[in-house]
């Protein structure tokens, strides 16, 4: 019952009609200790969460993609320092290859999907199909950076992990988990899949909060809808994807402490951290990012797509597993998740409480810099035109308007692009953060570079015919 009373009262504000909810599971030395679900899987027809409603997790799916991929070279069946295009005959030919390890610990340079599909036109609750993104893939013609010079989260070098799993086995990566990894652990209502239609039978859906009236003095309006619908309409699998419940992570959680399925080499492999060409080492192994909690080891991983907001982390210390799904954007579920091994570990952790995540210092300095003087409508207009690249295959009309440079795209409409630096400008678009162009010998306009977050430099040419109409 004190178990139970803590671990209710991390989820209390999802504890009611109307709301979007959650779903826990806690497992320690084998055995489900807890479980249940708060608020609704799907508002609009009050159908409760349950332990086991079917949640859409997001990048929680990496590790399984991962798994599949070590098991293979496990089996002998491929090499981990295999370049990807091994198997991948699409995957364009770079100097160095990146390979299938750094592929897993986001090490590869592969510049991200999401972000590519973005710049190119797409919103991400578009149907993004793997052959759209594949497509991407295969017209790309440079890395972020060199093979193993960096760690860069790529969601692309997950989609690739999928593929070379059905490449090699000869099983999708839908089959090949199924077969080797959820039936074995018995996760009865685990699946991939990469078709937006299929049905799932209870499943949760994804919501995110209503933006309060702007108006915000009006009285409340107690019936009015507090959450719209975020959609997803996914149709690729491997970084994401993966549907499931709640108790069943929990039976996978519980496999790093048996290692049933794998067997220790595998389990350990899983758990092996990338490493750099300069012998650094990250916090990241085989779809895991590898931390600490109040001095205790973590592994474990979160996951946001839509308005699912998800997160796994097993306490290999004390064998003890917290798993936490939630289909509301501002689900916060690792915070819960501490919240949860909070009451679970009570006890167990060497560091008292208050220890972990203090910072002390002197607060930032305020950036009282003055913005530099942008370019008069002249200077500007050298950077007018239709820009287009070769690798989204998307065109750009870049014109200035009331003394600014601004970016018109069919889809994403007007992007102003804010003055930083000589021939330097920044958006407060995501996919489209940095913007620099590049010069000639002559001192003219050559390249337009475009990146920030997990794409750099993708590189626009001006078109010098323009478009007809």
Same mark, same amino acid.
């Given at each position: ?12 504000? /999802?504890?009611?009609? @109307? ?82 390890? +750094? ?7 592969? $510049? ?16 993004? =199909?793997?052959? +759209?993104?594949? @497509? /991407?893939?295969? $017209?790309?013609?440079?890395? %972020? ?12 070098? #997950? ?13 999708? /990566? ?8 959820? !039936?074995?652990? @018995? ?14 039978? %209870?499943? !949760? #859906? ?39 419940? !709640? ?20 389990? +350990? ?43 796994? +982390? ?10 936490? /799904? =939630? ?53 500007? !207009?050298? #950077?007018?035109?239709?820009? #287009? ?67 750099? %430099?993708?590189?626009?040419? $001006? ?7």
């Amino acid at each position: 019952p004190a178990l139970a009373r803590g671990i209710d009262a991390v989820f209390v504000d /999802l504890d009611r009609p @109307g709301s979007p909810g959650a779903s826990v599971a806690v497992i320690r030395d084998g055995d489900i200790v807890y479980s249940r679900g708060y608020g609704e899987a799907q508002i609009e027809h009050g159908i409760p969460v349950t332990p086991h409603t079917v949640f859409h997790v997001a990048s929680v799916s990496k590790q399984f993609a991962a798994m599949a991929v070590t098991l293979l070279a496990a089996d002998g069946a491929l090499s981990l320092d295999d370049p990807v295009r091994m198997h991948l005959p699409y995957v364009p030919e770079f100097e160095p290859a990146p390979t299938v390890r +750094q592929m897993i610990h986001h090490t590869s340079g592969i $510049r991200d999907q999401w972000q590519l599909l973005a710049m190119s036109g797409w919103r991400l609750d578009d149907v993004i =199909t793997t052959e +759209q993104i594949l @497509g /991407l893939m295969a $017209r790309q013609q440079e890395l %972020n950076f060199e093979p193993g010079a960096e760690y860069l989260y790529s969601n692309m070098g #997950y989609t690739l992990l999928g593929e070379v799993v059905e490449a090699v086995s000869g099983m999708s /990566l839908a089959e090949f988990t199924q077969a080797r990894v959820f !039936a074995p652990l @018995g996760m009865d209502r685990t699946h991939f899949h990469d078709d937006h239609e299929h049905v799932v039978p %209870n499943r !949760a #859906y994804s919501y995110a909060p209503l933006q309060p009236p702007a108006d915000a003095a009006a009285p409340a309006d107690a019936e009015a809808p507090r959450y719209r619908k975020a959609v997803l309409s996914y149709a690729n699998a491997g970084a994401t994807s993966l549907f499931t419940t !709640a108790e069943d992570l929990a039976r996978w959680l519980d496999n790093f402490r048996h290692a049933n399925v794998g067997g220790p080499e595998v389990m +350990q492999t899983m758990l092996s951290r990338g490493v750099l060409n300069n012998g650094d080492t990250i916090p990241y192994a085989h779809g895991l990012a590898m931390g600490e909690y109040r001095g205790l080891r973590t592994i474990g991983h979160g996951g946001a797509d839509a308005g699912f907001r998800t997160q796994v +982390q097993w306490f290999p210390e004390v064998e003890t597993g917290v798993v936490v /799904l =939630t289909n509301v954007a501002n689900g916060n579920p690792a915070g819960r998740a501490r919240d949860v091994a909070d009451v679970v570990l009570a006890g167990s952790f060497p560091e008292e409480e208050g220890e972990e995540g203090q910072e002390g210092g002197a607060p930032p300095a305020a950036d009282d810099a003055a913005p530099p003087e942008t370019p008069g409508p002249a200077a500007l !207009a050298e #950077y007018a035109g239709t820009w #287009y690249s070769p690798e989204l295959d998307a065109l750009y009309h870049l014109s200035v308007s009331e003394g600014r440079l601004v970016a018109r795209h069919v889809r994403h409409g007007e992007i102003v692009l804010e003055y930083r630096a000589p021939d330097e400008f920044a958006t407060d678009r995501w996919f489209f953060r940095g913007v620099r162009f590049e010069r000639g010998g002559d001192g003219a306009v050559g390249d337009m570079r475009v990146g920030g977050g997990r794409v750099r %430099n993708l590189r626009f040419v $001006r078109l010098t015919t323009p478009l007809p109409g």
